[in-house]
């Protein structure tokens, strides 16, 4: 009997068997063998079903156990993958040259004022940093591009090691509507020969010169200033710092050596 | 404007800079020890 059967319907079943028995009573049960032939086909089915399931239940015991052992195998694949690619990437490294420093490199750069705003060779800087793109990137590039894979010019933000790389006039700030400064060079950096070329940029000393205005300094809020609205702050700070061209190339060349990682 | 020829590739990785004091906290004794 299944299990759906309760206590109670069993024991009058097992009741009807022992009145069979007792008394010549199978005229009346007509209807009931009729219902325990119907049951008994079911029972058969319901056995299949079980069986059949029980077979399911093995096949999805023995998937499981195999996804597991795949995973794991994946799993060590790919551990095995990153320390072989690891030893390659050192080996590249050190074939290139590539070297790493926890605090930016310092260079020195030009911008020019125009229309009321300070200007790079090829953009204009509303602030004081600068994130380098290129037009020839797609997201997810190693930006600024190395080896000559774009340009010329080549991608990123330029400065250059020593203020003797500009001409005359330039490195002392004495060109009007001109900016110098110094700006701190982090990301990627791609050093060549005179300059770098870099991710990103910060400026952290400017000597500016602007009609007859000139502003050196190193204040964060100043140089913010001077970025936004270079017009309006050279009037205000209008003087501020101001020395001879000599002394303004040396400030520069002070802020350049700062926090230099040997 | 013509700075030469590539040398090298340098990571720059900035250090983070905590702004914050680390505050180490004093172990208190426990109810039990106080006790004993």
Same mark, same amino acid.
């Given at each position: 009997?299944?299990?759906?059967?309760?206590?109670?319907?069993?024991?009058?079943?097992? %009741?009807?068997?022992?009145?069979?028995?007792?008394?010549?009573?199978?005229?009346?049960?007509?209807?009931?063998?009729?219902?325990? %032939?119907? +049951?008994?086909?079911?029972?058969?089915?319901?056995?299949?079903?079980?069986?059949?399931?029980?077979?399911?239940?093995?096949?999805?015991?023995?998937?499981?156990?195999?996804?597991?052992?795949?995973?794991?195998?994946?799993?060590?694949?790919?551990?095995?993958?990153?320390?072989?690619?690891?030893?390659?990437?050192?080996?590249?490294?050190?074939?290139?040259?590539?070297?790493?420093?926890?605090?930016?490199?310092?260079?020195?750069?030009?911008?020019?004022?125009?229309?009321?705003?300070?200007?790079?060779?090829?953009?204009?800087?509303?602030?004081?940093?600068?994130?380098?793109?290129?037009?020839?990137?797609?997201?997810?590039?190693?930006?600024?591009?190395?080896?000559?894979?774009?340009?010329?010019?080549?991608?990123?933000?330029?400065?250059?090691?020593?203020?003797?790389?500009?001409?005359?006039?330039?490195?002392?700030?004495?060109? %009007?509507?001109?900016? +110098?400064?110094?700006?701190?060079?982090?990301?990627?950096?791609?050093?060549?020969?005179?300059?770098?070329?870099?991710?990103?940029?910060?400026?952290?000393?400017?000597?500016?010169?602007?009609?007859?205005?000139?502003?050196?300094?190193?204040?964060?809020?100043?140089?913010?200033?001077?970025?936004?609205?270079?017009?309006?702050?050279?009037?205000?700070?209008?003087?501020?710092?101001?020395?001879?061209?000599?002394?303004?190339?040396?400030?520069?060349?002070?802020?350049?050596?700062?926090?230099?990682?040997? | 404007?013509?700075?030469?020829?590539?040398?090298?590739?340098?990571?720059?990785?900035?250090?983070?800079?905590?702004?914050?004091?680390?505050?180490?906290?004093?172990?208190?004794?426990?109810?039990?020890?106080?006790?004993?």
């Amino acid at each position: 009997m299944i299990r759906v059967v309760s206590e109670q319907s069993a024991e009058v079943w097992e %009741r009807l068997g022992t009145y069979r028995e007792r008394y010549p009573i199978d005229h009346l049960l007509e209807q009931v063998d009729s219902l325990e %032939r119907s +049951i008994q086909r079911r029972e058969g089915r319901h056995h299949a079903i079980r069986r059949r399931l029980d077979d399911l239940e093995r096949q999805v015991a023995a998937a499981a156990a195999e996804l597991d052992a795949v995973g794991k195998e994946i799993a060590g694949s790919r551990t095995a993958g990153a320390l072989l690619i690891e030893d390659i990437l050192d080996r590249v490294r050190q074939e290139n040259d590539e070297r790493w420093s926890p605090t930016p490199f310092r260079g020195f750069r030009v911008w020019r004022i125009e229309s009321g705003a300070i200007w790079g060779n090829q953009m204009c800087w509303p602030e004081p940093r600068l994130e380098s793109r290129c037009l020839r990137s797609v997201p997810g590039d190693d930006i600024p591009h190395s080896l000559l894979r774009c340009g010329p010019p080549a991608c990123g933000v330029y400065a250059v090691k020593d203020l003797e790389f500009f001409p005359a006039g330039v490195a002392g700030c004495e060109m %009007r509507n001109m900016a +110098i400064g110094v700006v701190t060079l982090a990301g990627k950096v791609v050093e060549h020969e005179l300059g770098y070329r870099a991710q990103r940029a910060s400026v952290v000393a400017l000597a500016i010169h602007s009609g007859r205005r000139r502003v050196v300094t190193d204040r964060a809020s100043e140089i913010e200033a001077l970025f936004r609205a270079p017009v309006d702050a050279i009037t205000r700070l209008e003087n501020k710092g101001v020395s001879s061209p000599d002394e303004a190339r040396a400030f520069l060349e002070r802020s350049q050596k700062e926090d230099t990682w040997t | 404007m013509d700075i030469g020829k590539e040398l090298r590739v340098i990571v720059v990785e900035e250090e983070e800079v905590l702004t914050e004091p680390i505050v180490v906290e004093e172990e208190r004794p426990s109810v039990d020890a106080n006790k004993e």
